[in-house]
């Protein structure tokens, strides 16, 4: 605790990023009481000294006993002060850190704050007054907003709506100080958030509101309990008092924090800062600057990357072979912006900065000054070639070179160029401006800083990037090939593609794997299919009839013009149940339990061969790249984390039945897995690994 005349401040100083750990409730709590009792204090400023305000409660202490004081003990304590209690507040001020600051009667911000209740990304909801004090300083409708999203809100926003007082620009404790003595000169009233009510009294006589919001969340949040337990404290908190809204809000955080859900969120929390640590790196490697980007390519793929590099200001040129390819690039560009412009979910303004970082250019020769150029061309090897043979010869000597491919060799590729250490894949997900995940391919050559760049850049860019390395389709597509071809053969064994789909969703994936062939197109595995020389029995037949998926109206269903709703096709159950016949493949009724087994299982058992490949470093790695980039529910943690829970052994043996069931040598247990299962281990246990589950 420091003074400043009659002021006190007390600095939380937990690196990195303040987290509430026990130390820091009872340094609080000693010093809160201490600068209560002591009488020449007459305002007490709470900051929080390097990058940031407290951002939260350690998410490292859940699951284990807590040591008191609790964080709602210390927030009571705050609350009894009859002095001025001012949080001045930086960085990014989030759950347990932001209800401390409700328990003060004034929050200050430095202009570039984030502030939120991001809980419910953690499968939790605020623990400590979050639910009950939110609604009653910046209103019903607001609150829900940040609670439900999880997502932060700018202090300029903040500024708004009533959440902070005041934008403190230069020296944020100085700023609060003076703030401070303002407060004690002009004798302004001090008032509680927990004693305003002006805010949440017209929901009182409309719970209609909450029953329309929770019907809207719970459609929405497919398997998540947590969002369902939000509604439900923001509903106490208007139709109970503070204190009974509060008890009722402890009693819903208590019982998710002790929940499977909310353990693998948190599991996927730490696994996906785990993925950002690469295990050979030499110590005190930088990454290299990137202050300018070029895409080649302005398709699909290509617009999304450069979208994503301008949204995080980064200026990148986009190269064509053509003006009309171009043209067409940019418009649809233009168009994506003017869509979250119309949403609300951009400013016009910021969206036409964004834009106007953006050039076109149809000669090669436009890369030459870019730090890190991404090739973003078809997916075939010797026109990648033909690209990376010109970029050699123009691109800037140190500049990153990466791929964008889904399952090209990258080391073919790097070995068209003289500097192969400087190459390196980058597999976006489309689309690429929206999808968190970055496969990032490490090549047999590939420079330490290279590979450290691509990691910062796509951070930078808004990514969660995983190291992978180099065999046909990575780790998600790797997977996802087991998944599809069980998926088909389900289909010639008894199951249709409604039942597969169905049993899929009811796991929790957002669509089954026939709805997303027909979105995706059944024409690009049926391509990567025929050039492999192999065949699928189904999808390979509708692709052969034209029937594409959602963009020929026909695929494993049929789409109404218009509607992206499945219809179920008699005519495809004919294809499905002649292929059977054809093939001498009795058909049976096949439960919804087999279909997920026979879905997810021959999935993990790929994952598992990937690591003993060290194709990915960790289990947790893989698991970060299915939630991210494959819609696997979170609350799941992860095939590879869903496989440790089940059981390696019930894994092993499943997959050894199904594998006589459905005479598919494939699906005998791989090597590690029946290693593991005999040992009695676990993925998790296999590799560097560090979790809080
Ligand atoms: C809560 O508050 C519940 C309450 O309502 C009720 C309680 C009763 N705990 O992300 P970074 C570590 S729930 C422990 O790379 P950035 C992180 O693992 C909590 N550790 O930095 C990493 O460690 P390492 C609500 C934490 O600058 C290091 O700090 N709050 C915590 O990109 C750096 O993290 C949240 O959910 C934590 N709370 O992003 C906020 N936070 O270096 C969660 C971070 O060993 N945190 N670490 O890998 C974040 O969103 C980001 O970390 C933040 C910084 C935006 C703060």
New binding site residues.
């Given amino acids: 605790m420091q003074h400043d005349g009659a002021v006190a401040v007390i600095v939380v100083d937990n690196p990195?990023?303040n987290?509430l750990k026990h130390e820091v409730r009872a340094g609080m709590l000693e010093n809160f009481t201490k600068a209560a009792e002591d009488k020449s204090v007459e305002a007490i400023v709470l900051t929080g000294a390097g990058r940031?305000f407290m951002?939260?409660?350690?998410?490292?202490e859940f699951g284990k006993p807590m040591k008191p004081p609790?964080?709602?003990e210390v927030i009571a304590a705050i609350e009894k002060i009859q002095k001025p209690t001012i949080a001045a507040v930086h960085g990014?001020p989030?759950?347990?850190g932001l209800?401390v600051t409700l328990a003060c009667h004034f929050r200050v911000a430095a202009p570039g704050t984030r502030l939120g209740l991001?809980?419910i990304?953690?499968g939790?909801i605020?623990?400590?007054g979050?639910t009950q004090l939110l609604p009653r300083l910046v209103g019903v409708e607001k609150s829900l907003a940040m609670i439900l999203s999880g997502d932060p809100i700018p202090a300029k926003d903040a500024l708004a709506v009533g959440l902070v007082d005041e934008i403190i620009e230069g020296d944020l404790v100085k700023g609060a100080v003076a703030f401070a003595k303002k407060v004690i000169a002009e004798k302004r009233p001090l008032k509680h958030v927990r004693d305003l009510d002006e805010k949440i009294a017209p929901f009182r006589s409309h719970p209609d509101k909450f029953n329309e919001a929770a019907a809207n969340v719970a459609k929405k949040s497919r398997g998540l309990e947590a969002p369902l337990a939000a509604i439900e404290a923001v509903r106490a908190a208007v139709t109970m008092p503070v204190d009974d809204g509060l008890k009722r809000e402890r009693e819903l955080?208590v019982k998710l924090v002790g929940g499977e859900q909310s353990k693998a969120q948190r599991y996927i929390f730490?696994a996906e800062?785990e993925a950002a640590k690469i295990p050979d790196m030499p110590a005190g490697l930088r990454p290299r600057e990137v202050t300018r980007a070029a895409v080649i390519g302005a398709g699909t793929m290509g617009g999304g990357i450069s979208m994503s590099f301008a949204n995080a200001g980064i200026p990148v040129t986009v190269i064509e072979t053509n003006e009309e390819a171009l043209k067409r690039g940019f418009d649809t560009i233009q168009k994506n912006y003017q869509i979250s412009v119309q949403r609300g979910a951009l400013k016009q303004e910021e969206a036409d900065k964004r834009f106007s970082l953006l050039k076109g250019a149809t000669s090669m020769e436009a890369a030459k000054d870019a730090d890190i150029v991404i090739e973003a061309v078809f997916e075939e090897m010797e026109i990648k070639k033909q690209v990376f043979g010109a970029l050699d010869k123009l691109a800037k000597p140190r500049a990153v070179l990466a791929t964008n491919t889904s399952y090209l060799n990258v080391d073919q590729i790097a070995q068209i160029t003289k500097r192969p250490k400087e190459v390196l894949g980058t597999h976006f997900f489309s689309p690429a401006n929206v999808m968190k995940l970055l496969e990032i391919v490490r090549g047999k050559e590939t420079a330490p800083d290279v590979l450290a760049t691509a990691m910062a850049v796509g951070r930078k860019i808004g990514k969660v990037p995983v190291v992978v390395g180099v065999c046909h389709g990575f780790v998600g597509n790797r997977m996802l090939s087991p998944r599809q071809n069980q998926a088909e053969r389900l289909l010639l064994e008894g199951a249709l593609p409604r039942d597969v789909d169905a049993a899929a969703v009811e796991f929790g994936f957002p669509m089954g794997p026939f709805a997303m062939s027909d979105l995706a197109g059944i024409d690009v595995g049926w391509r990567i299919r025929k050039a492999l020389g192999t065949r699928n029995e189904i999808a390979d037949q509708l692709a052969d009839m034209g029937r594409y998926g959602q963009k020929t109206g026909r695929g494993f269903y049929i789409y109404e013009k218009g509607s992206r709703s499945p219809i179920n096709d008699p005519e495809v159950e004919e294809i499905i149940g002649a292929a059977s016949k054809r093939l001498g493949i009795p058909r049976r009724q096949i439960d919804k339990k087999e279909i997920v087994e026979r879905l997810i299982f021959p999935m993990i058992n790929e994952g598992a061969k990937i690591l003993d490949e060290g194709i990915a470093y960790r289990a947790s790695d893989i698991d970060v790249i299915w939630v991210y980039g494959y819609g696997w529910p979170i609350w799941r943690g992860g095939p590879m984390y869903y496989a440790d829970h089940v059981g390696l052994a019930y894994v092993r043996d499943q997959l050894a039945h199904y594998a006589k069931v459905s005479g598919n040598k494939s699906l005998d247990p791989s090597p590690l897995l029946t290693r593991l299962a005999a040992e009695n281990g676990s993925f998790a246990s296999f590799g560097a690994k560090k979790s809080a589950a």
Avoid at 55 to 60: C, E, F, K, L, N
């Fill in positions: 990195p990023v987290a940031t951002a939260g409660a350690d998410i490292t609790g964080l709602s990014t989030l759950g347990g209800e991001p809980e990304k953690l939790i605020p623990g400590a979050g955080f730490f800062r």
